[in-house]
């Protein structure tokens, strides 16, 4: 049995076109039974409309798996959108089910709807998932993998949705794709927010660096940042690396702190790292390093909890060290965020500057934010300017044209 076989095991297949009629049915159906029992009619509530497009069965059973935990915070009408398997006739398969869960206030009632569609049913697909987002409510579309950009089908659904969900640490062109989200942020900031769960990530390790510089004495160090060196996990030296979390941290510290790109390709000194070159406000130049870090064991994120008992599994792209260096009126400051070796979920930092004592600290990562919880997610439904912004940086280090970060 593969994945989607037995996730829509416990589902019952209707006819695409009636889909509505057929939740109904069930609705009714759940309720008498509960009143016959003596039970507790379920109130049919939903907080968003939750569509999860996946391009392979794995990637939707992870997907809903997760989202089930979040059932009784956000009761939804989650639809899944998974492949079908070659050969079969049929261009869409229909599967639904409810669900109820304890919530506060009673029980809460949620639907699940699973689209099985052939890759020749794509220009039909967004047609036949728009209509089923409940009005009135956030509709969020969480896109697994690397979308098809600029095709018709992504950008009829994005122009759907509220909010667009992805996850830059899990594509496979990471580059390509950095740049062409920030393609996405800019055409659609009127209409669609978005969302990336490698940037959310990122929450301690801005959180840290930040922290360095809330001592007064040493804030001046802050703006005279003069190189920046970040390691991010890889596998295997052959195999392919991610480093978006890399350059999105930079992209965010720079603009932050007003830097601009010096324009030309990156260098790559040795061992598939990256060095670039930025300014300052006051012109002063920065060499930006982005290096793998090979040899770390690799799982995807949302597999962590389940796989990680002792710290030695890291998800792909994650960063692995963060190290500043600052030098103001002759003197040198230096700044750094690395993960421990034998618990890869605790890092430590330290500071070393003239005249300033700043004991190390180790910090259990997954604790201030690293998991980057899908539910937290959920709760966001406006535009997350910081985001934009460094994802703007990012997007102009690996060659897209410059635009307008600030105001």
């Keep these: 049995m593969n994945d989607i076989e037995g996730l829509t095991a416990a589902m019952r297949q209707v006819e695409p076109n009636k889909i509505e009629t ?8 759940a309720n008498a039974r509960a009143l016959a029992g003596g039970g507790q009619v379920a109130a049919r509530t939903s907080v968003m409309t939750l569509v999860i497009y996946s391009d392979s069965d794995a990637q939707a059973q992870r997907a809903v798996q997760a989202v089930r935990t979040l059932t009784s915070l956000h009761p939804s009408r989650c639809i899944v959108v998974a492949p079908l398997e070659a050969g079969d006739s049929k261009q869409i398969e229909a599967y639904i089910s409810t669900r109820t869960a304890d919530a506060s206030g009673g029980m809460s ?3 699940e709807i699973v689209l099985r569609a ?10 036949a998932i728009l209509p089923l987002i409940v009005s009135g409510l956030p509709a969020f579309l969480w896109w697994q993998g690397e979308p098809p950009w600029r095709a ?3 950008e009829a659904m994005i122009d759907g949705f509220d909010r667009l969900l992805l996850d830059t640490c899990e594509m496979k ?15 659609k900031k009127a209409s669609c927010a978005v969302t990336d769960l490698s940037f959310a990530r990122l929450s301690p390790w801005r959180e840290l660096a930040a922290q360095f510089f809330d001592a007064r004495e040493l804030l001046p160090y802050l703006y005279s940042i003069d190189r920046l060196s970040i390691e991010y996990a890889a596998g ?10 890399g350059y999105l941290f930079a992209g965010w510290l720079a603009s932050r702190l007003g830097w601009t790109v010096v324009g030309g390709a990156p260098s790559q000194p040795v061992d598939g790292g990256r060095e670039h070159t930025l300014r300052d406000p006051s012109g002063r130049k920065i060499t930006l390093e ?27 792209g994650a960063l692995m060290s963060v190290y500043l260096r600052a030098q103001l009126n002759g003197a040198t400051a230096t700044f750094a965020i690395a993960r421990e070796t ?14 300033v004592s700043m004991p190390p600290q180790t910090i259990h990562m997954p604790s201030l934010g690293e998991s980057a919880s899908l539910g937290a997610e959920l709760d966001r439904t406006g535009h997350d300017v910081v985001f934009e912004e460094s994802l703007a940086l990012a997007a102009q280090l690996l060659g897209a044209p410059g635009r307008r970060i600030h105001g």
Excluded: K, M
Aim: aromatic share 6%; glycine share 4%; net charge negative.
């Design 290 to 316: 982005i290096n793998p870090c090979y040899g770390a064991s690799l799982a995807p994120w949302f597999d962590l909890s389940q796989r990680n008992p002792d710290g030695q599994v890291i998800g792909p």
């Design 342 to 355: 034998d618990d890869l979920r605790h890092a430590s930092t330290n500071c070393q500057a003239p005249q």
């Design 152 to 154: 018709p089908l992504f």
């Design 173 to 187: 062109r990471p580059d390509q794709s950095l740049v062409a989200l920030d393609d996405v942020v800019r055409r």
């Design 22 to 29: 057929e939740l109904d049915n069930d609705w009714r159906a």
């Design 118 to 127: 052939a890759s020749s049913a794509e220009e039909h697909l967004a047609g």
């Design 109 to 111: 009632y949620s639907e």
């Design 236 to 245: 295997e030296v052959n195999q392919p690396s991610n480093p978006s979390q």
